[in-house]
Every structure is written in C-alpha cells, then in structure tokens.
C-alpha cells in the first residue's frame, strides 16, 4: 500500500512539472530591447556602405521587416547563412543600436543568440525610426555587417 502511495505522489509532482513547464513556455515576457532613453538620444548619421566581394556569412532579416512598419511588441528574427563549410562564431555576433553614443544590445539578446541566427519573440521597442547594426564573424575571421532600419508604430 506504502508504495501505491509513493508511486501516486510521484506522479502528481510529475504532472505539476510537466504543467507548469508547459504554462511557462507560452507566457514569456518581452525584452525591452531598447528604452526611451536610449531611443532619445542622437541618431548616427547614415554612411554609404560599399559592396565587395566576400565569402562572410550570410546575414538575412526574417523580422521585423527591413524598412518596414511594425507595432511594438514584434518578434526580431534574423537568420545566419554560413558559407564554404564555415560555421558561425556564435561568442562574435554584436548587435548595436546606432545611437550616439552607441549602445550594445548584445547583452540584452544573448539568450535569442545561436549560430544559426537571433530568435526573439517579443521585443520591447519604442516608437519611432530605429536603425540596429549585426555583426557577424565565421570560425575563419571573416565579418559581415547589416544594418536593419524598420519603425515602430503606435
């Protein structure tokens, strides 16, 4: 009888922990990936970037859209596409909000970060033009750099 007992128990805390596993995973909090502060100080003016030829990895923006409109909280996803057998250095990305000063997000995203690019779901952003630069180095030193440029609306 003592071990039908103990079997039930423990079955009970497996299901609570399954439960409570399951109720955590869909109500993540935004990060508030850029404050007011921040969004008030001055903006960098935009330099002209010169194209060449690389064999860098590739940087391609899922969310939010490139130059695009979105409402705050959005999800920013960005996708890493290594190339010539590479692979992505994950400890290298940097992620900058081209502000003056300039401040690093880096910290603020290093859970969203993999090698195989940035997940975040909700994102914390004031409204108005931001532009955002990532940096991205393979295993064998070569860097790419994109700038992302998108507003968010009320």
């Known amino acids: 009888m003592a071990n039908n007992t ?7 805390i497996a299901r609570l922990a399954v439960s409570a ?14 404050t007011e502060d921040e969004a ?15 064999r860098g ?3 391609k923006v899922v969310s ?8 705050a909280p959005f999800a920013m996803k960005v996708e890493f596409q290594p190339h010539g057998g590479s692979k992505i250095d994950a400890g290298s990305i940097k992620i900058t909000y081209l502000k ?12 969203a970060i993999s090698e195989s690019g940035i997940n975040l779901g909700d994102a914390n952003v ?5 532009d955002i ?22």
């Open 6 to 12: 103990c079997s039930a128990f423990r079955m009970t």
């Open 40 to 54: 008030r100080l001055p903006a960098l003016p935009k330099m002209a970037t010169r194209g060449g030829i690389t």
């Open 100 to 111: 003056k000063p300039a401040v690093d997000l880096t910290p603020r995203l290093k859970a």
């Open 21 to 34: 596993a399951l109720m955590g995973a869909g109500s993540a909090a935004a990060i508030d990936l850029i």
């Open 126 to 130: 004031p409204a108005g033009a931001h």
């Open 57 to 59: 990895p590739g940087i």
């Open 133 to 154: 630069r990532i940096d991205v180095t393979d295993a064998e030193g070569r860097t790419k750099s994109e700038t992302v440029s998108f507003t968010v609306i009320k």
């Open 64 to 71: 939010p859209s490139p130059d695009g409109q979105v409402k």
